[in-house]
């Protein structure tokens, strides 16, 4: 698997899931270019570590007791012990994507449901907060929970709880990271038949 690097949130190092998956498809597209460019050695060897590096996330980034994709592992600098982190990330939904694991594949339907289930925002706006007990803007909270009050976060209201929260809409849309309606974002069908890089 790759080195350790930073998350998507460019906050923790680990060996994150996500950036395995994008390691994966980085590496399939050079086994293609390289073909493409009548390379045949490099494109197989490519495309030999490509498939190295899905079995290798087929046997470290499952959990085997919940049968969910795992964040990242984290390893002390000579890798001597190791710690698994099971927070729900919302980047884990794009894996499938990325062509690691197929979008009907057991354990990425259930870690999909699980993102639902944990990281879908309850509100009038929607949306999928970026990871569980997330720090970034903690501060910004509900309207419903303020009554209509922004003056913490540096917004202002300029009404009631309800029409400050039609105004304010885009800027709480840059507080939920992956804003999007629940049903185009996690539609079975949306994840079924959508191509992955392959």
Known sequence: MPRPGFDIWEVERGVHTYTVAAVYAGLLASAHLAKHHGDTDHSRLYR?????????????????????????????????????????????????????????????????????ERLWIDSAVGGIARKENDWYHRLIILYQEIHGSYQHSGLHNTGSAAGSHREHKSTWAGYLIMLTKRDSWLNRRTLITAQPYR
């Open 48 to 116: 030999r570590t490509a498939q190295d590096v899905a079995q290798a996330a087929r046997d470290h980034l499952i959990d085997k007791n919940t049968g969910l994709l795992i964040r990242s592992i984290t390893c002390d600098p000579l890798e001597e012990n190791c710690s698994i982190d099971l927070t729900m990330d919302a980047s884990l939904m794009y894996v499938w994507r990325l062509g690691l694991l197929p979008a009907d594949d057991p354990v990425m339907e259930a870690t999909v449901n699980t993102i639902e």
